[in-house]
């Protein structure tokens, strides 16, 4: 575990859980956020995804008790709280939701868990659109089963979480975030068929070319309500278009000339949502094949229409998002760049060329406050792998953190 990225927290959180608990934790895990490179909003609609695990994580250390309490301690936010394992009921506190059910989702399984004294934290902007809930989730799964020798898969893992923010946190996701939270793989994206859950490693073969998150300094505070009535607008074109196309599921079912051929069913909304859809399925396909190729002017070119897609057709798109893209589009040696996550707010994504980072970096800080208003933050990120955890004597003989 030599990368600076794995586990990059743990000097932090050793010594928050020794001043909170005494003694030191037994166990870390880490779960990464991610970028999509593209597929927006298709995950659930059966559809294909192209993320990838960014060295921005979530850290947990902890240590198992004998009995059923799990305190924890979210140190980024300043927070405390607990609760008792045999306690399914959900909490008030929408922090807690997430690990808390992620054990109410191990115990359904018929997994018997342990009490832990947990510290946690993380540099993966809440709010952003780069899955910070998904990691919280993952890391507490392989926390929680680290505790209780519990062996899943990866993909059991992603499952596990994606259920708890589904039935418990109240969200109804996809399963794009926390699988590539789980499964991701250094240097390379993930494609994702969110139907069969089948994925190959794509290697990201491009030269000298950086993936470059812009964020907005706007929280996605519309997402949650506007993501369920997309949701929604896309089950009820399906449930319409199923009264002539036989044999379709989701529209990730529906081509397009079937769709052209059907728009009397649709209000327009609905016609808007699911050409969205269909065409995003087909810029991902064609994205990883262009990807696989080091095609770096196709994946740009895809890139611009998602975008565009995503604005005009899902209207998930804000102000601030346009902004920051349209000044990225502009500049030169930036390959392409689109808004990521649910939109209304968060970040975009840029592949840029990494001798074009700087100028880049100086365009958006003048220009982006100046005609939004807003204070922007531009970092570079890389693809790493996926989760893990692991006895804390392993990680501290490996780490760079060494306490």
């Not at 807690?96 to 004294?117: F, S």
């Not at 996809?174 to 993930?190: E, I, K, N, T, Y």
């Not at 081509?255 to 810029?283: G, Y």
């Not at 991902?284 to 611009?304: H, S, V, Y």
Request: include cysteine; charge should be negative.
């Amino acid at each position: 575990m030599t990368e600076e990225y794995r586990f990059k927290h743990i000097g932090a959180l050793i010594r928050a859980f020794e001043m909170r608990y005494g003694g030191k934790p037994t166990i870390a895990s880490r779960a990464p956020g991610r970028i999509n490179l593209i597929g927006e909003h298709t995950d659930y609609n059966d559809g294909w995804v192209l993320p990838a695990a960014i060295n921005y994580e979530i850290n947990v250390v902890c240590r198992p008790r004998n009995d059923s309490l799990v305190r924890l301690v979210a140190l980024d936010m300043g927070k405390e709280s607990d609760f008792y394992l045999e306690n399914h009921n959900r909490t008030d506190f929408l922090w807690l939701r997430y690990p808390q059910g992620v054990a109410v989702e191990l115990q359904n399984r018929g997994y018997k868990l342990r009490g832990m004294e947990a510290v946690y934290m993380g540099d993966i902007p809440v709010g952003s659109g780069l899955s910070s809930s998904a990691a919280v989730e993952v890391a507490f799964v392989h926390a929680f089963c680290r505790a209780a020798d519990i062996e899943l898969s990866g993909e059991e893992v992603a499952l596990i979480a994606q259920r708890a923010e589904n039935d418990f946190v109240g969200v109804p996701c996809g399963v794009m975030d926390q699988f590539v939270s789980s499964l991701g793989r250094q240097d390379h994206a993930l494609l994702l068929d969110s139907r069969s859950l089948e994925y190959q490693h794509i290697p990201i073969n491009l030269p000298n070319v950086s993936l470059v998150i812009l964020d907005t300094g706007v929280s996605r505070e519309l997402a949650g309500s506007e993501y369920r009535k997309r949701r929604q607008d896309c089950e009820e074109a399906v449930t319409r278009l199923s009264t002539r196309i036989s044999g379709i599921k989701a529209l990730r079912d529906v081509t397009l000339e079937q769709l052209e051929e059907n728009l009397d069913l649709l209000t327009s909304t609905q016609r808007k949502r699911a050409r969205h859809v269909i065409e995003e399925n087909m810029r991902t396909l064609e994205a990883a094949e262009a990807l696989r190729n080091g095609d770096a002017a196709a994946i740009g070119r895809l890139m611009k229409e998602s975008h565009i897609s995503l604005r005009d057709l899902y209207e998930v798109s804000s102000f601030e998002l346009d902004t920051i893209v349209e000044i990225a589009w502009d500049t030169d040696g930036v390959i392409g760049a689109r808004m990521t996550g649910a939109g209304f707010g968060g970040v975009a994504l840029a592949l840029v060329h990494q001798d074009a980072v700087p100028t880049l970096y100086e365009r958006v800080m003048q220009e982006y406050p100046a005609r939004t208003g807003k204070e922007p933050k531009v970092f570079v990120c890389r693809a790493v792998d996926g989760a893990e955890s692991a006895l804390m004597e392993e990680v501290q003989v490996h780490s760079i953190w060494n306490v």
